[in-house]
């Protein structure tokens, strides 16, 4: 009995082994496997190569074809096939040979050959159309697949001072449009768009909005801005400036643009100018901690509100912005070889120049818009409005000096509690409040009514305010809040709630309405609107408005000019501030004898006597033909004759 325990038991563990060596053999079975055949290793090699693309594919059918032919050239001479005593040698051979691989028409040369060589040529001929076929297909499928990498925009730039645009929206038009006004001077000029788009739909877009390139040429590449590899297709180092726009379809902006700032400074604080915009004002010091001393940020919101503000305290200031702003008339240009003499001051260069008004200098302290009269401008910078900077001479040209009995006696002022109206609301509406209280004197009211009531008012100094909640396009609640007695009415868009088109479509009906009902009133109230799409300006000239701001369109100038030259940021900063010198259209009759004719220097000469810089006027007589520039006339010669008749007025800088 213990025997037979004894012997169960071994054959139990022999059983529980047995499947142990069975398992354990297939895997040392495969191990042994791994080791590659030399079969394997040529095929493994083969398919490396066939994967590297056209070139390869190239490469082994011309291998392929030699190899065919070097085995047909050895079969005719080894069995001599051909006729007797036509033997060729055998480069010879091999030269014919590849003839009839490549051209199935040389078969009918061999007529005169016996069929042997004839049937072996024919074969020839026959793989040798495979192979060509299959040239042909690699050949035409690497052009097809070279041509879709152009068209999607992935090849490097390589240009050298030109101007990138990075990122896309609406704005980029009018961009594109001022920049190739800008660039007539220059030879060959160069954009270069990189945006995360098609490359043809960007062509046709810009095709179509911008028809007139003036010479300049456009290059599209499609790519993250955000991605270091899209971004290098630029050439963004080599450029005079970038300019870097906030995407209107993403949810952050703002995150894009300080992401994009990082890719652009991240081979160093070296490189060309970026002008980058800036929703949120909350985000900018995040935004001037990555762009450094290179970068110029332009906050949307404050620029927009601001402007409002400038333009709504007089009729006609938006004309003389967006002629400053654009290139399309005069603008700001910086005159460093002035020709003046040592001792001459700010108010001789005034009257220096026949086509070039000056507005202020760049000295030791920074730019300085306005300053006194009796300010030395030697080794100044000179800040002047001209048609171009090829108008600029460095020498003194004025061709009249101004008739000092022609200057007016008048030394009125504006300074009194004024009331005003704002219609509409959107995330500009607090800063235009805010501004309205820096400009208002002290009692003034203001009446907000909106469709949607805001969250909450900025704190107020000088500013009365009263919000009403209540259809912005009821005729009934405009007249009630409307009145003869109002100093500005401005009418915000709802451009946080309504999509663009919708926005305005609800101004336009609102301005309809407070036109008419102002209109009924005999009231002289200036009316400042807001719009979102530069088209719809038109249509709010049938309203009679007085001044249009279109947003989109007043942000794209700015960043365009400031792309040009940075020196400007200071400049902007302080026509659009309440620090400083700003625009002011003022009654002609305080710089000149009213009903006299006099010339456009005797006018900057009355407003010298008041410590303001005139750049220029608005003409009554002007104002019913002019269109979109209300009788607005910048910049115009120092010989240039007008009459001064009542209500023209004169466009100057000063401090209040």
Partial sequence: MARTGLQARQRTVRAIKAPTAERTTPIARRQHREEPKLREKLRYQFDNSMSRGTPALIAWLCVATLALILVFTVIVNLFSLRNSGDGLPFFRELMQNLFHALDPGTVAGDGDFQWRYLLSMLLLTIAGLFIVSALIGVIATGIDAKLADLRRGRSTVLEKDHTVIL??????????????????????PVIVVLADRDKVEMEELLRAKVPDLRGTRVICRSGSPMDLDDLALSSHPAARSVILLAPETSDDPDAEVIKTLLALTHAGPDGPRIVAEIRNPTNLEAARLVGAERTV???????????????????????????????????????DDHGLAADATYGDALLAYELAGVIGLIGPDGPKLNPPAETPVAGCTLIVVAEDDSTLRGEPDALVQPDRTRLGTSFGVD?????????????????????????????????????????????????????????????????????????QVIVLCYSDDLEPQAADARTLVTLLHVRDILARMDAATPVVSEMLDDRNRVLAQVAHVDDVVVSGEIVSLLVTQLSEDHRLEAVFSELLGDEGSEIYLRPAEWYVEPGAEVDFATVVAGAVRRGETAIGYKSTALADGSGTSFGVRVNPAKSETFQVIPGDRVVVLAED
């Fill in 297 to 335: 940020l332009l906050d949307i919101r404050e620029t927009v509100a601001k402007l409002v503000v400038q333009t709504s305290r007089q009729s006609g200031a938006a004309a003389v912005y967006t002629e400053l702003f654009d290139y399309g008339g005069d603008e700001i240009y910086f005159l």
């Fill in 415 to 487: 300074d009194h509690p004024t009331r005003a109206v704002l219609i509409g609301w959107n995330e500009r509406a607090p800063i235009v409040l805010r501004e309205l209280d820096k400009y208002a004197p002290h009692g003034s009211g203001l009446t907000v009514v909106t469709s949607y009531a805001p969250e909450s008012l900025p704190p107020m100094v000088n500013l009365d305010v009263t919000v009403v909640t209540a259809s912005t396009t009821d005729r009934a609640t405009l007249e009630q809040h409307l009145g003869a007695d109002l100093d």
């Fill in 167 to 188: 990122g896309w929206s609406d704005s980029i038009y009018t961009i594109v449009s001022e920049l190739t006004l800008a660039n007539e001077s220059r030879k060959k």
